[in-house]
């Protein structure tokens, strides 16, 4: 390869990779935000599923609060504060396992969010696993 050659390879070496950056991930507390509708709600306890609630429940987030219409198993009708937090759902002072974690009110779920943002699952221990499955 001679040198002309070689200066235009490196140069289109450097546009491609320069073109090709990481897309950005939307963090939790981005994706969160709007208006999510309750699909149902389960709770798994020894060995068995039973549904708690089908519907009929919405959560609108928004920067620093979430107002919920229609009363769901743990959360009543009303405007709450949350936070989103990385850490430990059992014992935060612990360095590992992390999990992100959202509180509203006096309640704590492992929250996740699907890569596409339209389906989010709430995971509370308080009695078995009570669990929200909620969608845009």
């Not at 090709?20 to 939790?28: D, F, G, L, Q, R």
């Not at 360095?95 to 974690?101: A, Q």
């Not at 389906?119 to 009570?130: A, P």
């Amino acid at each position: 390869m001679n040198m002309k050659n070689f200066k235009y390879f490196f140069a289109i070496s450097i546009l491609i990779l320069t073109a090709c950056s990481k897309e950005e991930v939307p963090t939790y507390n981005e994706q969160i935000k709007g208006v999510w509708n309750l699909t149902n709600i389960i709770q798994r306890k020894e060995s068995q599923i039973k549904v708690l609630q089908n519907g009929n429940s919405t959560f609108e987030f928004k920067l620093n609060s979430v107002s919920i219409i229609g009363d769901t198993y743990l959360n009543k009708t009303g405007k709450y504060s949350y936070i989103i937090s990385n850490e430990n759902y059992f014992k935060p002072e612990l360095i590992e396992p992390k999990n992100n974690v959202l509180k509203i009110g006096d309640h704590k779920y492992l929250v996740e969010i699907e890569y596409e943002g339209k389906n989010m699952i709430l995971t509370n221990y308080s009695d078995g696993r009570i669990i929200y499955y909620l969608s845009k």
